[in-house]
């Protein structure tokens, strides 16, 4: 969809990009919601949260912060020719 979508606007001078998070933690994992163990890709439904951290490359889960950051990028111009990418911020977890 991102590169359809990218495709058909370039010629407007609008650029789609995607941001693909990987196992984010926040307030609602801290606490154990099972809804974001369920959805993480990386993760068994009924896995741990220090399961999960297991699991990813850089030793801990993404903060929202390291999300946030490469939307900033995305928004800012220094991504100015950068159009139809899906970028994984996910600490490695799609290599294995």
């Known amino acids: 969809m991102t590169k359809s979508l ?7 001078g609008i650029r789609v990009n995607c941001v693909c998070p990987g196992f984010v933690e926040t307030r609602h994992v801290e ?3 099972a809804a ?3 959805s993480c ?3 068994r439904p009924r896995s741990s949260r220090a399961s999960a951290r297991r699991r990813c490359r850089w030793g801990a889960m993404e903060r929202t912060e390291d999300v946030a950051n ?3 990028f995305l928004a800012s111009s220094e991504s100015g020719y950068m159009t ?7 600490g490695g977890l799609v290599m294995h």
């Open 70 to 72: 490469v939307i900033g």
């Open 84 to 90: 139809g990418q899906a970028l994984s911020v996910d």
């Open 31 to 33: 606490h154990g919601g």
């Open 6 to 12: 990218a495709l058909a606007h370039a010629a407007d």
């Open 41 to 43: 890709s990386a993760c």
């Open 36 to 38: 974001s163990r369920a």
